[in-house]
């Protein structure tokens, strides 16, 4: 018997069934391989962490041991690699029992170890708490030594920082800095950089990376493909590069296709800059405006030139991507999946875990961009290359027996090993051939004839370090030291009268945020004193030193582009590029709990002042006096 089925309920199970078919149609396909793939491209910091937090922003609490959200968010994201900051590291012991839980966490998922990185370069770019770590001096004090040392002080300070960072747990260091600072307003690399000679960039480059990865250290060329004739911070704002291709070649590129050349480097990092002359292509940001691509940014950059011209076959990270030269331009995911089809293999820190409501917003990231795969943005066969590069890194550098020995053997194994007497013996040896004497008016070296020297530092800290060194040297002198930060004037005032010898030091420019540790820092960034205020203090107080007929010493404690503004009023000017402090605390026989500041470039700094040690280093930059 022939059933009529009614005219509106043919219609209907037709709907209900294009219906389904259009649903299973846009379904995404499940793909552990692609995944898990996208989770390993990613490195998350976990600077601080709070369970209770109501925001992120609020958040500012230390993260030292690993708390069981991240426990869990390791081991449901299987995500690649984490970065800590000098707010994650207190001791040996603390350090190493955090890698280790990193480390186990991953592991006992069924995941492959963890990249545990961080940034020391040496110099002001330092993590490791100064006073457990050999502190040296940093690329530009190394600079200084070339002429003489050649490439000595870069594998020598090279082996002992990868020495000592393995040791507690690490397995990547974002360093060296092999940026050309020919740019003498250079706010974010100048000290961080070797010098201004590309060849001597290279080479110094070269060998401190060999030197690191030596030691089964991953070692890291930074600022692909140049940050070094920039006038803006990338943290705060997006640079550009107006060199044309010659200069490119010449110049910035050189570093990196000397060492791609002679070595195998595990990874070169991005920089968050505008190269038109390497790729102009334009993009619009999320506020609507046009803009040309970062080279972060660029698959011309990236792929046709570093990976496919130049040869590199390791892994590709990019800076931080929550700083304003991408964050300000792109949301989190759009900055990851355009990075990723630049031709990056590993996005560093992409978003924010600051809680465990964050936790969610990195599950969404990796889907997102494993969307972004099935809809055509990005290729799938790359990003499982990408992860097989990766994870060849991995291999090679034998991560997996980062936690071989028993954590209290190991423990006792970096006791022996971070700032051992060797090991400072190489970093006083650095800061004693780094000095530059750039001026001397027959003064040098002072005598202990001289009756009272007065100090002026930028700070409180390094008036203890200077004062302690000269004191030792010069037992019978008295010397006073006043900080630029002490409103005190009437006190300092006196002191100054009272001296024979004014030694005035000064650090310039200011401290940027990659080296206070980076985004997090910038409200305590931006409440700096003025530099402006503290070099015309430290004028005048030079001005009034030689109209009185005193002896004048000024001292360059970080880049010497502005000694020309002193040279009139100093009887002796010196470099030495940095300003390394270690803290002591103790008790004293009569119970009193001091407190000690001291440093290698200190001690270097007394020797030359008072004839113990001759300036041997030579500017790794062009002044004018």
């Avoid at 937090?53 to 690993?66: G, H, M, V």
């Avoid at 550098?397 to 006792?412: F, R, S, V």
Wanted: aromatic fraction near 6%.
């Amino acid at each position: 018997m022939l059933i009529k089925i009614p005219h509106t309920v043919i219609k209907t199970s037709i709907f209900l069934a294009l219906l389904m078919s259009t649903s299973c149609a846009v379904k995404t396909k499940e793909d552990p391989l692609l995944k898990q793939s996208v989770a390993q491209k990613l490195m998350i910091d976990l600077r601080y962490f709070c369970e209770d937090a109501d925001t992120a922003e609020t958040c500012r609490t230390p993260l030292i041991e690993l708390l069981p959200p991240l426990v869990d968010m390791i081991a449901d994201t299987g995500i690649g690699g984490v970065i800590l900051f000098a707010e994650n590291l207190q001791d040996i012991s603390q350090i190493l029992t955090l890698n280790y839980a990193l480390q186990q966490a991953a592991k006992a998922a069924g995941h492959p170890p963890l990249f545990i990185a961080i940034d020391q370069e040496g110099g002001r770019v330092v993590r490791i708490p100064q006073n457990l770590g050999t502190s040296f001096a940093g690329n530009m004090a190394i600079g200084a030594t070339y002429a003489k040392h050649g490439g000595k002080f870069a594998r020598e300070s090279g082996e002992i920082m990868a020495k000592e960072l393995m040791s507690l747990g690490f397995n990547l260091n974002f360093a060296p800095t092999v940026d050309v600072n020919v740019n003498p307003l250079n706010p974010v690399i100048n000290v961080r950089s070797y010098g201004e000679e590309a060849k001597v960039v290279a080479e110094l480059g070269r060998v401190q990376l060999a030197a690191m990865q030596s030691q089964g250290m991953l070692a890291t060329l930074k600022h692909f493909p140049g940050h070094g004739d920039t006038s803006v911070d990338s943290h705060t704002g997006l640079p550009r590069v107006d060199h044309d291709l010659l200069q490119i070649e010449n110049s910035d590129l050189l570093p990196f296709s000397y060492a791609i050349e002679h070595d195998s480097p595990a990874m070169i990092m991005t920089a968050h800059i505008q190269y038109p002359e390497l790729d102009n292509t334009e993009f619009t940001n999320k506020e609507g405006e046009a803009s040309i691509l970062p080279a972060t940014m660029s698959r011309k950059i990236l792929t046709d030139l570093l990976r496919n011209k130049m040869g590199f076959k390791g892994v590709i990270v990019t800076d931080a991507l929550n700083m304003a030269g991408i964050a300000h331009y792109f949301d989190q995911t759009e900055a990851v999946i355009k990075t990723f089809a630049a031709g990056a293999d590993i996005a560093l820190m992409p978003l924010t875990i600051r809680r465990p409501a964050d936790i969610k917003d990195l599950n969404k990231l990796i889907d997102d961009v494993v969307r972004a795969v099935h809809k055509g943005r990005l290729s799938r066969q790359e990003i499982v290359e990408s992860a097989q590069r990766i994870e060849q890194a991995k291999s090679q550098y034998q991560l997996a027996q980062g936690n071989a020995l028993p954590l209290e053997q190991a423990i006792e194994q970096a006791q022996n090993t971070l700032g051992s007497k060797q090991h400072r013996q190489v970093e006083q040896a650095l800061a004693n051939s780094t000095i530059v004497q750039i001026k001397n008016n027959n003064v040098l070296p002072v005598s202990n004839k001289v009756n009272n020297i007065h100090l002026s530092m930028p700070d409180t800290t390094k008036c203890m370090a200077l004062t302690f060194a000269l004191k030792t040297r010069l037992p019978a002198v008295h010397i006073s030291c006043s900080s630029l930060a002490s409103s005190n004037t009437t006190a300092n005032l006196a002191l100054f009268e009272q001296a024979d010898v004014l030694i005035a030091a000064d650090i310039s420019p200011n401290q940027s945020l990659a080296e206070l540790g980076g985004m997090d820092d910038i409200q305590s960034w931006r409440q700096r004193t003025p530099k402006e205020l503290q070099l015309s203090q430290q004028l005048a107080q030079l001005q009034a030193a030689k109209t009185q007929g005193k002896t004048t010493i000024f001292i360059s404690l970080r880049t010497p582009y502005n000694v020309g503004l002193f040279a009139e009023y100093a009887d002796v000017i010196l470099a030495s590029f940095a300003y390394n402090l270690n803290k002591t605390e103790y008790m004293d026989d009569y119970g009193r709990f001091i407190t000690q500041y001291n440093g290698a470039i200190y001690n270097a700094l007394a020797d030359v002042i008072t004839g113990k040690i001759i300036a041997t280093g030579s500017l790794p930059v062009s002044i004018e006096l």
